[in-house]
């Protein structure tokens, strides 16, 4: 089945500093990708759409600037936090469009813990 | 986008069969339906997808009316390890600009 590569699992950074996350479609191609995050006991907030090639596509209220999203080819995608601080603490997850298939496959996330 | 309902939350015994109904009033004609679990600290899991009628796999049954206004997920003799929270999503399976919306999730609970 389709299989989609986080990493890292869990990242602790100090505050002001930059962290980076991959998202690897493993078995097949993705030309779209979705970032988001969630928060202890909530649901997923979508924050961005990643297009290979091609500019991110961000939800309202998310900071493009601090939220920095790469699709440089057709099986990762990057989100890196900017400059983060304890609020951006979060859990974070990757998701996959299959384009052959129509199916969509998540990440197994990413825990961030900014100190 | 259509909007989707489900309760908060719901409670079962192990052996017993669960079922979580979906409410989706502004379901369009292209809209697929589809059930996501989730585990703490896990990325959301595929469970099973439907356009009408039912749609039963190795895990789960779907049940969606004629109206497709609402689907209801049917977990057979629950166990301790379906635990998670569902999630109920609808959109266009081909629409290339479909984004994955989740709303609150029906968080089951499963007591031995």
């Known amino acids: 089945g389709a299989v989609v590569s986080q990493h890292p699992s869990w990242v602790i950074c100090k505050s002001g500093t930059s962290v980076k996350i991959e998202c690897r479609s493993l078995?097949?191609?993705?030309?779209?990708m979705f970032w988001y995050r969630q928060f202890p006991k909530q649901s997923l907030m979508l924050m961005a759409t990643?297009?290979?090639?091609?500019?991110?596509?961000?939800e309202q209220g998310v900071e493009k600037d601090k939220f920095l999203i790469n699709h440089a080819s057709l099986t990762l995608s990057t989100l890196t936090v900017t400059s983060a601080h304890p609020e951006d603490s979060s859990f974070y997850i990757c998701?996959?469009?299959?384009?052959?298939?129509?199916?969509?496959?998540f990440g197994s996330g990413t825990r961030l813990t900014v100190v | 986008l259509a909007k989707t309902t489900q309760p908060i939350s719901m409670d079962s015994y192990e052996g017993q069969e669960v079922n979580i109904t979906c409410s989706h009033n502004?379901?369009?004609?292209?809209?697929?339906i589809t059930w996501y679990q989730q585990f703490p600290s896990q990325g959301p899991r595929f469970i099973i997808q439907?356009?009408?009628t039912k749609v039963t796999n190795e895990v789960a049954s779907l049940f969606i009316p004629a109206d497709r206004k609402s689907s209801t997920l049917s977990l057979p003799r629950v166990s301790l390890s379906d635990t998670a929270v569902y999630y109920c999503?609808?959109?266009?399976?081909?629409?290339?600009?479909?984004?994955?919306?989740f709303g609150s999730g029906t968080r089951l609970l499963v007591r031995p």
């Open positions: 998701s996959a469009r299959n384009e052959d298939s129509l199916g969509y496959t």
């Open positions: 999503l609808v959109g266009g399976r081909a629409d290339s600009s479909y984004k994955l919306i």
């Open positions: 990643s297009n290979e090639g091609s500019k991110a596509t961000y």
């Open positions: 502004n379901i369009a004609t292209n809209d697929y």
């Open positions: 078995d097949f191609q993705a030309t779209t």
């Open positions: 439907g356009y009408k």
